[in-house]
């Protein structure tokens, strides 16, 4: 199914009864007119703490975003955010045990931007969300830090269950 919505989401594949049943059936349709453009930026952003997160030049650069999935991670205390595609943007979520719900770290990858367009070092922006939180056990900051990280990365895990169940 994650395959599936790629391939409309992108314009790969045609959505039943999208084009079929319309007015334009006998019109050819542009390339870039097919999949739903910007549907990842709009997803995201129309959540209202990711929205406040989403910088004007992060929307310019998650335009080119194609997919989101999670994957559970190998020992099932955890999952994994991965959002691009060579490379990947991966988050990963680490919980004491199978069990429990109980956040033990949470890792990021560092990006590699092209020459010029680090979005990190001149704004304060989303992709701040895939840096590793520094471990200082002992401040206060690291725990709101932590639980709003995580709220983030779960909304974004629902979401695209949601999207992928259409629950």
């Known amino acids: 199914m994650y395959n599936e919505r790629y391939g409309i989401v992108n314009g790969v594949v045609e959505a039943e009864n999208s084009v079929k049943d319309s007015e334009v059936v006998n019109q050819e ?7 739903v453009p910007n549907f990842w930026l709009h997803a995201l952003a129309n959540h209202e703490l990711l929205d406040a997160e989403i910088s004007v030049p ?32 991966t988050k990963t979520y680490e919980f004491l045990d199978q069990y429990e719900t109980i956040l033990q770290k ?16 001149e704004y304060d922006s989303f992709f ?3 840096n590793p939180i520094p471990i200082d056990e002992n401040t206060y900051r690291l725990i709101e830090e ?12 629902r979401l695209s269950l949601v999207l992928f169940y259409g629950i």
């Not at 349709?29 to 999949?35: Q, R, T």
């Not at 990021?108 to 990190?120: D, M, R, S």
Request: hydrophobic share 40%; with cysteine.
């Open 106 to 121: 949470a890792s990021g990858i560092e990006i590699e931007w092209y020459p010029g367009n680090c979005l990190t070092r």
């Open 58 to 89: 992060d929307g310019e650069a998650l335009k080119y975003l194609t997919d989101i999935k999670w994957l559970r991670k190998d020992d099932f205390k955890g999952f994994i955010l991965p959002f691009f595609q060579n490379p990947f943007l």
């Open 128 to 130: 701040n969300f895939f």
């Open 146 to 157: 932590m639980k709003r990280d995580y709220y983030i990365g779960s909304f974004v895990m």
């Open 29 to 35: 349709v542009d390339a870039a007119e097919k999949g």
